[in-house]
Nanobody, 114 residues
């Protein structure tokens, strides 16, 4: 059983920064992509960013390119999402997941005020 625990969300003003963390446990995550999704009220869950096991390959949604940075520490089975220049439209519950995106954490709320 895969267990994912997100943390680091909160309330921040537009232009501010937050760093999300996701600790994974329950199995080995070697060779698996890990990613961050978000879901705003009334919207579908969307993939925000993903990173390969080695970290050599990353993906960012167009809406966050240049502002968010994903990273991972395989020794700690942890993936991070550094979010800078936050905008009100970034407000959502953020979830981490492991490919093929069938396991989910409880999510962490990010609220950006204007």
């Amino acid at each position: 059983q895969v267990h994912l625990v997100e943390s680091g969300g909160g309330l921040v003003q537009a232009g501010g920064s937050l760093r999300l963390s996701c600790a994974a446990s329950g199995r080995t995550f070697s060779n698996y992509y890990m990613g961050w999704f978000r879901q705003a009220p009334g919207k579908e869950r969307e993939l925000v960013s993903a990173i390969s096991w080695s970290g050599d390959s990353t993906y960012y949604a167009d809406s966050v390119k240049g502002r968010f940075t994903i990273s991972r520490d395989n020794a700690k089975n942890t993936v991070y999402l550094q979010m800078n220049s936050l905008k009100p439209e970034d407000t959502a519950v953020y979830y981490c997941s492991v490919a093929p995106w069938v396991y989910w954490g409880q999510g962490t709320q990010v609220t950006v005020s204007s």
